[in-house]
């Protein structure tokens, strides 16, 4: 089965977030700024600033307006047209699940099964919807498409999947997995995809 995170892999988030911390805040940052997961140290927000920031841009609105990243919906087409099973395991918190949902609804995203998992411990999880990292020791990953440097990190190392980590500011770092691949575009991912030999 084939894992694909949504935010900065499917969905152009960190772009909208840009936009919606101008907006409220008169916060400027570029996409190169964010050099930091953490997006309260990457726009210098105050923790006030950061929590009204994580309630807008879990609402409904904002995340409708998210744009899908150029090759990601054709790339999960081909992989399902060939046999292949898709899963999106977002770290979103649970309160984003139904706008979720519609989003890729909207924009026809194709997958098999759909999850939260709690990748970052955030106490903001409805553990009644969303699962445990450890749940990801339970699920057979082929393979997996990732942004966030810990997660690719967790997927090679403690599971041994091979990672195509999309290429961001905040995800910079050396002496990785051999497992993990730095790519660009999906272009590039599709093309880990076959030399990793992932078979369905
Ligand atoms: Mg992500």
Redesign the pocket.
């Known amino acids: 089965m084939i894992y694909v995170?949504?935010?900065?892999?499917i969905a152009e988030?960190t772009s909208a977030y840009i936009d919606i911390i101008d907006r409220e805040f008169g916060i400027k940052r570029t996409f190169e700024d964010i050099s930091s997961f953490d997006l309260k140290v990457s726009f210098g927000m105050t923790q006030e600033q950061f929590n009204h920031f994580f309630e807008v841009v879990h609402s409904r609105e904002e995340i409708m307006k998210f744009k899908p990243i150029e090759g990601a919906i054709e790339t999960l087409t081909e992989w399902m047209s060939q046999g292949h099973e898709v899963s999106i395991i977002?770290?979103r918190i649970t309160d984003a699940y139904t706008s979720t949902l519609d989003w890729l609804a909207m924009y026809k995203v194709p997958y098999n099964h759909f999850c939260i998992v709690d990748k970052y411990s955030r106490p903001e999880m409805d553990r009644s919807i969303a699962k445990p990292l450890e749940f990801l020791h339970s699920i057979d990953i082929d393979f997996a498409v990732?942004?966030?440097l810990t997660m690719a990190k967790y997927l090679a190392d403690k599971l041994g999947v091979p990672v195509a980590l999309i290429d961001r500011p905040w995800n910079q770092g050396n002496s990785l997995n051999p497992l993990i691949t730095r790519v660009t575009t999906w272009g590039d991912v599709k093309q880990v995809f076959t030399e990793r030999g992932i078979r369905n």
């Open positions: 995170d949504c935010d900065d892999v988030s977002t770290g990732e942004d966030s």
